[in-house]
Structures are given as structure tokens and as C-alpha cells.
């Protein structure tokens, strides 16, 4: 055997161990991480921190407790996580059959199956011990509740039964509201009973708007989502109702809120309108319509409200009702 060096190194040996990863296995691996992260939605948990932040600033009149928001949105992250995962193992079968979802990781079969379900059961139970450490166990349980139903409810119950699947079920996408309220508070108060009810009278207009785009995919799956099953005027005219329900309920809070979150909510609130009435003007006269814009539109009206609470909350500004002299 041959050393070469003066530390009596096997030459041989050293070269083994100094060897690089096959680029092959790394990425692989690579692709394996990428896919479990997908699996999650980290798109669709924006909404957490569109919704949580606001309202813990909210709770606790601007004071800002970064510690205790920074473990809420990862123990929310965890819970959105979880719930997300959980829908896809669910929905693997439909996911394969739409072309907006037909490369998501189960409907590839980038990861088993078995292996999502339990990815998804560790994230959950990640999330409510993280949060009944670092919060308080209303919110923990808030959290679990919601996965809950998101997986039972919504995805297994609702999705491929009824047209007003998302109406219900959306109810989960409002729970950060009060799990934000909750964390920050122990308790829940009306003010995030408020909040819960604008994102849940929204959901509605926002998720018909992308189904009105891709009902031919929801069609395919099998998903009666009501742009499949319904006129696109019924579905447009649904879509006025809900805003206008969202608008108005937005304006229940301007007492408990500042000058910038009212403006907001009245602006903002009459620039929504006007785009889904528009859709509805155009789906009547049988003129060419752009549900996505409209989608896009509704996204950027509840970034914009719930961004004008914040600054309200931060800036602790005088609430309405205080300027009013109550």
C-alpha cells in the first residue's frame, strides 16, 4: 500500500471520503425537498400572514410583540401546512384530472402517498404543540379545528357534493382571524368575529372568479363547483352579493378602527364592487369576460384593508368611535 504525504494518509482513502455527492442523488434529493415543500401551498399560506399580522396588532392596540407574532405565524404556518398536505392526499385523485393541478407532487407521484399523509399528521401535531408552548392553547386548539375541518369538512364532505362547497368550507381560510385574536389575547372578542366574516363573505367572489377560468379542469375532475354547474350571470350575480356582504361587513369594523383602515374599507370596498358588477354587466350583455383579472382584483382589495388595519394599529391612531367622543 502506498502513503503519499507526510501525515500517513491512505491516499486512497482520502479520495473516498472527499468524494463528492452524485450529482444524481443530489438532485434527486433535491427534488424530493422541493416536492414536500410543495405539498404545503406556500402560495395559498400567504393569506396567514395577510390576515394574522393585522389582527394581532389589532388585539393589542399596536404593541408590537414580535416574539409572540413571529411563533404565531409559525405555528399558523405549520397548521396551514398540515391542512394543505392533508387536502392533497385527499384530493390526489381529482388533481391528476385538472391541468392546474396536474403537477402538484401526489399527482406526479413525486412522493407516496403513505409518506404525504404522515408529513401532513406530524406537521399538525408540530403545529398545536408549538403553539400551546409558545401562545396558549385556545389558539392550539383554534389551529387543530381548523385542519379539521378543512380535511373533513371542506375537502371530503363538501368539494364534490354541492356547488356551495366553497361557501362552507371556506370558513377555514378565515380562522387566522381568530387564532391571531386568540394568541394575542387569550380570548376572542367581536372585532375578530368581524374580521372572520369579511374573508368568509370574500372567499366566495374570490374562488368563483378562478373557477370561472378554469371550470373546464373542475369539470373534468368531477368538482361541482358552481362555475360549472350554473349560468356564468347566476355565478357573476352570486359574486355581487357576496362583495357587497364583504363590503358592508367591512364597514362594521370602522369603530373599533382607525381613519386609515375606514378610507380603506370605503375606497377599496367601492373599487371591488365596481370590478364584479362590471363582470356581471359583461356576463349579461355576453361580452368577452376576464374572471382572473377580477381574481387578482380580490386579492389585492383584502391585502390593501387588512394592510390599512395594520397601519392603524401601529400608528395608534384614535379609533372612530373615540373621535366621535364615546
Given at each position: ?7 500517513g ?29 410543495a ?18 396588532l ?8 414580535l ?34 393541478t396536474e ?14 399523509l ?42 364534490r ?44 367572489p ?7 377560468r378554469?371550470?373546464?379542469d ?6 361541482p ?17 357576496y ?8 364597514l ?24 364584479v ?50
Amino acid at each position: 500500500m502506498v502513503f503519499k504525504g507526510g501525515h500517513g494518509t491512505n491516499a486512497p482513502d482520502a479520495r473516498s471520503a472527499a468524494a463528492p455527492v452524485p450529482a444524481s442523488f443530489a438532485g434527486r434529493a433535491g427534488q424530493t425537498v422541493l416536492a414536500y415543500i410543495a405539498l404545503t401551498k406556500p402560495k395559498v399560506i400567504e393569506l396567514l400572514l395577510v390576515a394574522t399580522i393585522p389582527v394581532m396588532l389589532l388585539a393589542d392596540r399596536g404593541h408590537v410583540n414580535l416574539p409572540l407574532i413571529l411563533s404565531t405565524l409559525f405555528g399558523g404556518w405549520l397548521g396551514a401546512a398540515s391542512a394543505n398536505t392533508l387536502n392533497m392526499v385527499a384530493d390526489a385523485d381529482i388533481d391528476q384530472k385538472m391541468k392546474r393541478t396536474e403537477r402538484r407532487p401526489l399527482a406526479r407521484h413525486a412522493v407516496p402517498v403513505r409518506h404525504a399523509l404522515i408529513f401532513g399528521l406530524v406537521l399538525a401535531a408540530a403545529s398545536f404543540a408549538w403553539l400551546s408552548v409558545m401562545t396558549n392553547l385556545l389558539a392550539a386548539v383554534l389551529v387543530l379545528v381548523t385542519i379539521a375541518f378543512y380535511l373533513f369538512v371542506y375537502t371530503m364532505l363538501l368539494k364534490r357534493r354541492t356547488s356551495q362547497n366553497v361557501v362552507w368550507g371556506g370558513a377555514a381560510g378565515c380562522m387566522p382571524t381568530l387564532v391571531g385574536w386568540a394568541a394575542a389575547t387569550g380570548t376572542i372578542a367581536w372585532p375578530a368575529i368581524v374580521l372572520f366574516l369579511v374573508i368568509f363573505f370574500w372567499t366566495p367572489p374570490h374562488t368563483w372568479a378562478l373557477a370561472m377560468r378554469y371550470k373546464e379542469d373542475y369539470k373534468a375532475a368531477g368538482v361541482p363547483m358552481l362555475p360549472v354547474v350554473a349560468p356564468e350571470t347566476t355565478v357573476a350575480r352570486q359574486m355581487v352579493w357576496y362583495t357587497w356582504a364583504t363590503v358592508i361587513t367591512t364597514l362594521v369594523l370602522i369603530p373599533a378602527a382607525g381613519l386609515v383602515y375606514a378610507i380603506a374599507a370605503v375606497l377599496c370596498g367601492g373599487w371591488f364592487l365596481y370590478a364584479v358588477h362590471k363582470l356581471y354587466s359583461q356576463t349579461k350583455a355576453g361580452q368577452e369576460i376576464k374572471p382572473l383579472k377580477v381574481f387578482l382584483q380580490s386579492n389585492n382589495y383584502l391585502a390593501v384593508l387588512f394592510c390599512a388595519l395594520s397601519v392603524d394599529s401601529i400608528l395608534n391612531y384614535s379609533t372612530v368611535w373615540q373621535l366621535l367622543g364615546h
